[in-house]
């Protein structure tokens, strides 16, 4: 396969935001005296309405909460700790590489336009993308649906066969191959312990596989017949 394209996940991917995600809610849970697993959360990964946190909390509880408040409190934690967060190993290296060797590069992602700009922009990365493809809060085009590669694909004007997605979570990684995509995925600190079984290749980090690697690896994988699953 002749890879023209690398199509990166934003969350979790690109820059560890997950890991701010779950520890601002488990502290949320940890206020009222209960617990948030893993297994409950990971449904909340990549998509979008996969998990309602407060929902279940309040379940735990017995009681209504201030969702409003508590929301609030929660985002202002996470926000505080994502501030702090920079380029995941490797990034910057398969940018780099990407831009000479004449790949295109795109984000497609089940967060929103506005996020991912904003921290795009603080770690002045805003520019050098092809193309930016984003679910805006539609839980119909988020993973794991392959909408949103479908329409990165059709903008970048390429087939399934000539791009590679980079992903973090199963929700990401079931988009990808639905898509017919060769995907990579790059678990964090709160994907590791989730199935990526699914991917083609899994890897702990970009940093230990060259992109001249990657592409080589691609170009042995047998091609598949395609058909988008929705």
């Known amino acids: ?13 690109i820059v560890d935001t997950e890991s701010a995600s779950l520890t601002a809610w488990l502290r949320v849970y940890e206020q009222h005296g209960q617990e948030l697993t893993l297994e409950r959360w990971s449904a909340a990964i990549g998509t979008i309405g996969g998990f309602d946190a407060l929902g279940h909390l309040e379940e735990l509880v017995g009681a209504p909460l201030d969702r409003t408040g508590l929301a609030a409190r929660q985002r202002e934690h996470e926000l505080a700790l994502v501030e702090a967060e920079q380029l995941r190993p490797g ?4 940018l780099a590489e990407a831009e000479r060797l004449g790949l295109r590069k795109a984000i497609v992602s089940s967060a ?8 795009l922009h603080r770690l002045e990365r805003l520019h050098g993308w092809d ?3 984003t679910a805006d809060g539609d839980r119909h085009r988020a993973k794991p649906s ?3 590669y479908l329409e990165a694909l059709d903008l970048l004007g390429l087939g399934a066969g000539e791009a590679i997605a980079l992903e973090d979570s199963p929700n990401g990684v079931r988009a990808a191959k639905a898509a017919g995509l060769y995907c990579v995925a790059v678990p964090n600190a709160v994907t590791a312990a989730l199935g990526l079984d699914a991917a083609d290749l899994v890897v702990d980090s970009l940093a ?6 990657l592409l080589e690896r691609a170009a042995r994988a047998p091609e598949e017949p395609f058909e988008p699953r929705f």
């Open 208 to 213: 230990s596989l060259p992109l001249p690697d």
């Open 146 to 148: 392959p909408a949103l």
């Open 112 to 119: 929103s336009r506005a996020w991912i700009d904003s921290h």
């Open 91 to 94: 990034i910057a290296d398969y």
């Open 131 to 133: 193309a930016i493809v």
């Open 1 to 13: 396969m002749a890879v023209r394209a690398l199509l990166f996940d934003f969350d979790g991917l």
